[in-house]
């Protein structure tokens, strides 16, 4: 299986920072790597897809880029509604995995 | 406005068998790939398995063939049958739609916590 480490596992940032998270991947994914949003008793919701690609609706605050094995997702101007758990996942092989999760919390 | 609505049996006994179903509402059920994802209580997340637009199904190794994933397109729902149940299994299961093989889960049912107790 393909294992996918993310960085850090807690981040305590303020309203308007910038937050970067990193997913960094076993093995080749190619760009075939998503990020998500949980909030706390609801459903997972899709940031990015294939590494770089805003998924439609989503703030372009949310960003995501790749070099290699190593993928990042980058919250610009956070907000107080960003304030949840990131998750990456790759799609390149089965069985699809994620990453342990980035809880983003208020400093 | 695409939606997933799902059901199923909330709390089970050790050694018997899960069993969940997902219906889609206002949008197409051919063409997509239908999987079911699991988060244990405040762990991460589990991908347990999909059926493709096809009919061909794929699974997560780790539940040792005790997975089965079905689909009625006439009714546009698809189901998750999870046979021996233990605690560990104990979990919020997910039922999600993805567009083709290279993309994201981009809509998620709303959830369905099992609990499996001894």
Known sequence: ?107 | QVQLQQWGAGLLKSSETLSLTCAVYGGSFATYYWSWVRQPPGKGLEWIGEITDGGHTNYNPALNDRVFISADASKSQFSLRLTSVTAADTAVYFCTRTPSRYYGLDHWGQGTLVTVSS
């Open chain 1, 1 to 107: 299986d393909i294992q996918l480490t993310q960085s850090p596992s807690t981040l305590s940032a303020s309203v308007g920072d910038s937050v970067t998270i990193t997913c960094r991947a076993s093995q080749s994914v190619d760009s075939w790597l998503a990020w998500y949003q949980q909030k706390p008793g609801k459903a997972p919701k899709l940031l990015i897809y294939a590494a770089s690609g805003l998924e439609s609706g989503v703030s372009s605050r949310f960003s995501g880029s790749e070099s290699g094995t190593e993928f990042t997702l980058t919250i610009s101007g956070l907000q107080s509604d960003d304030f949840a758990v990131y998750y990456c996942q790759q799609y390149y092989a089965y069985p699809l995995t994620f990453g342990g999760g980035t809880r983003v919390d208020i400093k």
